[in-house]
């Protein structure tokens, strides 16, 4: 009964998102109207939440979009995220301790490894699990120069649903919105299987600034608006933000990492970025910049692909945790 007195009186909604049904995963049609005009209320939550069907999900955020209740989901165990109507959901309050044996929190709170690099220089992930294949991820930071579309479409001629995961600036979206509705339609159309990871809007940045004082350590840097305000951005132009967040730079101490973990965010680092001679071995999570600013690491990337030296198979980010 839940489910039908909610979806009955939502159905007259469901065509302005796309969705095909009331209570399916809701998509955001595009709009000119400014995202803070569109995207309300928006606040971090963990919620534990149960469909009328039996599906289960954790909530993490939730809002308001075009006056509609939204809820961002993530299942606890293969990491997928999606938008859906919070009236189609139970929902109540639960911890990371009590969520403790999902693959979710796992990967928000890995253990230690005493052999990484310090979390200033490479902070989050930086080696994918299972051992094999590589993770292709491109960092989109506010930039000038246009997307290489010519890399996509390479990776999108390895086959159907190459998997990508690009970690995107709320600052690059604002400045390219041609490109990034480029990149929407290759996912959509199948080419590309994109996941989009949050890049910081402004991505803070000084020049010849030592890391220890730069990017996200630099002072009054506000962690939650640089967050926030890349996901709803995001969430107005169509997309679904994943649960994958790349510091800018790569660059964060313990304080940082775990803000960003509180906001039920994984730090993705990466073992492999081209540009500075960091040869992908099988595992890795491999580093290019798709935004015009670093043409050498994608060079590298297609080098290595000719020769066969990238690992195969590409693989999903959502594998790498």
Not at 21 to 39: D, H, K, L, Q
Not at 43 to 68: F, H
Not at 133 to 147: E, I, M, N, Q, Y
């Amino acid at each position: 009964m839940f489910g039908l007195l909610f979806c009955a009186r939502l159905a007259g909604a469901a065509t302005a998102y796309g969705a095909e049904a009331p209570c399916a995963p809701v998509e955001i049609a595009t709009s000119p109207t400014p995202a803070a005009s569109r995207v309300k209320n928006y606040a971090p939550v963990l919620e534990s939440c149960a469909s009328e069907s039996g599906s289960t999900r954790l909530a993490i955020r939730r809002m308001s979009v075009d006056g509609t209740l939204l809820i961002l989901t993530v299942d606890p165990q293969s990491l997928q995220t999606s938008l859906e109507r919070a009236a189609c959901w139970r929902c109540e309050a639960t911890s990371d301790a009590a969520q403790a044996e999902t693959r979710y929190l796992q990967a928000l709170h890995p253990p230690q490894d005493p052999t990484r690099p310090p979390a200033l220089v490479n902070a989050g992930l930086i080696h994918g699990a299972g051992g094999g294949g590589a993770f292709v991820t491109g960092d989109l930071c506010p930039s000038r120069k246009s997307l290489d579309r010519a890399f996509f479409e390479k990776l999108a001629a390895l086959g159907k649903h190459t998997p990508v995961m690009l970690a995107v600036s709320g600052g690059w979206i604002a400045r390219h919105g041609a490109d990034f509705a480029w990149l929407r339609e290759k996912a959509r159309g199948g080419a590309l299987d994109i996941a989009w990871a949050n890049h910081s809007y402004s991505h803070p940045y000084v020049r010849r600034l030592p890391d220890g004082r730069n990017y996200f350590l630099r002072p009054g840097v506000d962690v939650d608006r640089e967050i926030f305000e890349t996901e709803k951005l995001m969430i107005a132009q169509g997309e679904t933000p994943s649960v994958f967040f790349r510091f800018p730079g790569l660059v964060a101490d313990a304080a940082l990492l775990e803000n960003v973990r509180s906001r039920h965010l994984i730090a993705l680092g990466a073992d492999s970025w081209l540009a500075l001679g960091l040869r992908p071995r099988p595992g890795s999570i491999v580093l290019v910049h798709p935004n015009g600013n670093e043409p050498i690491g994608i060079k590298l990337f297609l080098r290595l692909m000719q020769t066969g030296v990238m690992p195969l198979p590409l693989r999903p980010i959502n594998e790498a945790p």
